[in-house]
C-alpha cells in the first residue's frame, strides 16, 4: 500500500458582524457592484495606510485558533508577502505568515492532526484573466489560514477530519457560509516524498478529489521510472484532475518583511480568557456526551451535533421528552423536512415548545406518528399551537378498537383477493391493508395496532 502525506492550508472568509474589511471600514458585501466598496486604503493608492486590523475580526481568529487546540501567541506581527500579480494593488500582502512571522496560534491538534498554525491576513482583489477586469471589491477580506502538518494518511482520512474541522468553525460562526473555503493541498508520497502543491481547490469535496487523483498521478509516475518534481499544480474541476502551473516557489522568493505601517497586537491572559469563555462546547466533546448521558446511538449524537442549533434543541426537548424519541424525530424526521425545503433550522421557527408538544401527543397516542410527520411538515412553513391545530383540525388518534375494527372489516370485505395473499404468505398484503385503512382515516389510526387487529380478524 502507498504510503502518503498530505497537508492543507485551508483558507476561509471571516464572519464579522460589523461587515468590513481587515484594515479599512470597506463593506465587505459579496454581491456589490464591482468597484464599488473601495478606498484608497484597499485599492494601495500612494500615500494610504492601513486602519488597525478589524478587532472582530483579530477575536473571531484567536477563537478559532482556541478550538483547534492551538497555543495562543500574546504578540502578533504582520508580514508583507510580496508577489507581483494584478490582483495585488500593492505588490505584497499583509499576512501573519512568514520568515518572521508571529502567527495567531500555533502547535495545535484537532482530532489527531497537527495544526502548524493558525494566522489572518488580507484578501487580493478579484481578477479575472480572461478579460482582465479586476474588482477590488474584495481587496482585503479578512481571511484565516488554518495550516497543518502533513499528517493525513489516506484520503478517507482527510475527508471525515475536513468534515469536523467545518463543523466546529460553523459552531463558533467563524466562517462566512455563503463564500465557502478553500485549500492548497500538500501531497506527496513515498519513497521520496516530493512535495506537489496543488492551489485553491475550492471546496470540501474538491479538495478531497484532487487529493485522490494526485496520489493516482503519482504512483504512476513512479510506476514509469520517472521522478516526482516539487511543482505547483492546479485542480480541473470539469475533468477531476490536477494540471501543472509552475515549479514549486520556496518561501524566500516571497521576500517577507515585517509590516512597517502596523504596530504588533498585544493581549494577555486576561483577554484569552475572555475569549475562552464565550466557546461552546467543541462537536466531538458534545457528541460524547450526548451519547453518554442521554443514551443514545453515537451516530445519532453526531448527526444531531452536525448543526449547533440541532443539538440545543435536542437538549431541551430531551429534558422532557424520551431522548431517543426526540433523537428519532430530529435527525430523521426534522431533518427530512428542513432538507425539502432547503431551509437551515435557523432560517425557521422551530423551537423546543413545539418539538415537545408534539412528541407528547405521540407519547400519549393522542396523534399518530404519520400526523406528527404532516403537522412537522406546516410547521417549517410558519409556526402555530399544534395542540390548538390538532383540536380544530380534528387530528386526534382513532384509539376505540371497536370503531377501527369496523372500518378493518369493511376493508377485508372490499379486498378478498389480497386478504387470500396474506393467508398465502405474501406478508405485503398486509401492508396494503393497513394502507387502506389509513386512507380512510387520513392517517389517524396507528399502523402497530391496526397490524394487530387484522392479525385477529383475518385468523
Known amino acids: 500500500m502507498t504510503e502518503i502525506k498530505c497537508g492543507l492550508e485551508i483558507h476561509g472568509y471571516i464572519n464579522v458582524e460589523n461587515k468590513t474589511k481587515l484594515f ?18 484597499c485599492t494601495a493608492m500612494p500615500g494610504s495606510k ?41 505588490g505584497f500582502q499583509k499576512t501573519m505568515s512568514g520568515s518572521y512571522s508571529n502567527p495567531v496560534g500555533v502547535n495545535g491538534k484537532f482530532l489527531g492532526i497537527r495544526i502548524s498554525d493558525v494566522h489572518l491576513e488580507e484578501d487580493p482583489a478579484r481578477w479575472d484573466p480572461v478579460t482582465g477586469n479586476v474588482d477590488y471589491n474584495r481587496s482585503g477580506f479578512p481571511l484565516v489560514e488554518i495550516v497543518t502538518e502533513p499528517d493525513f494518511k489516506s484520503t478517507n482520512e482527510l475527508r471525515d477530519w475536513l468534515k469536523a474541522l467545518l463543523t466546529t468553525l460553523n459552531y463558533i460562526k467563524a466562517i462566512d457560509k455563503n ?7 500538500n501531497i506527496s508520497i513515498g519513497p521520496k516524498f516530493s512535495r506537489v502543491e496543488v492551489k485553491n481547490v475550492n471546496s470540501f469535496s474538491n479538495i478531497v478529489k484532487a487529493a485522490e487523483y494526485e496520489v493516482l498521478r ?8 520517472k521522478e516526482i518534481k516539487q511543482q505547483t499544480r492546479a485542480f480541473d474541476e470539469k475533468h477531476n484532475k490536477t494540471i501543472f502551473m509552475r515549479s514549486k516557489e520556496e518561501a524566500a522568493d516571497y521576500m517577507f518583511i515585517p509590516e512597517p505601517d502596523l504596530p504588533a497586537i498585544n493581549i494577555d491572559d486576561n483577554y484569552i480568557e475572555k475569549i475562552i469563555k464565550t466557546l461552546p462546547e467543541s462537536p466531538d466533546k458534545k457528541i460524547e456526551r450526548l451519547a453518554k448521558q442521554y443514551k443514545i446511538k453515537k451516530q445519532d449524537a453526531f448527526v444531531i451535533c452536525s448543526d449547533i442549533m440541532l443539538s440545543e434543541l435536542f437538549e431541551k426537548t430531551a429534558r422532557k421528552i424520551n431522548p431517543l424519541l426526540a433523537a428519532r424525530w430530529l435527525r430523521f424526521e426534522l431533518l427530512r423536512v428542513l432538507n425539502y425545503n432547503k431551509k437551515e433550522l435557523s432560517e425557521t421557527e422551530i423551537n423546543e415548545k413545539h418539538m415537545i408538544s408534539l412528541l407528547t401527543l405521540i407519547e400519549e397516542n393522542k396523534i399518530t406518528e404519520t400526523t ?32 377501527l375494527e369496523k372500518i378493518c372489516r369493511d376493508v377485508i370485505l372490499k379486498n378478498p383477493k389480497v ?41
Open 50 to 90: 492601513p486602519m488597525l486590523p478589524n478587532k472582530q475580526a483579530v477575536d473571531k481568529i484567536i477563537a478559532i485558533a482556541l478550538m483547534l487546540g492551538c497555543k495562543i501567541n500574546k504578540r502578533m506581527l504582520f508580514q508583507r508577502k510580496h508577489y507581483s500579480w494584478p490582483d495585488l494593488p500593492a
Open 419 to 459: 386478504v387470500s395473499d396474506y393467508k398465502k404468505g405474501r406478508k405485503e398484503a398486509l401492508h396494503f391493508l393497513i394502507g387502506q385503512v389509513m386512507k380512510a382515516t387520513k392517517g389517524k389510526a396507528s399502523p402497530k395496532e391496526l397490524k394487530q387487529i387484522f392479525t385477529k380478524l383475518i385468523n
Open 179 to 185: 463564500s465557502g473555503v478553500k485549500a492548497d493541498t
Open 372 to 403: 406528527a410527520q404532516k403537522i412537522l411538515e406546516k410547521l417549517a412553513e410558519k409556526p402555530f399551537d399544534i395542540n390548538s391545530c390538532v383540536k380544530e383540525h380534528k387530528l386526534m388518534a382513532i384509539s376505540g378498537v371497536k370503531e
Open 218 to 225: 503519482q504512483e504512476e509516475e513512479i510506476k514509469e521510472g
Open 24 to 41: 479599512c471600514n470597506c463593506s465587505i458585501e459579496e454581491d456589490a457592484t464591482p468597484n464599488t466598496n473601495i478606498c484608497p486604503i
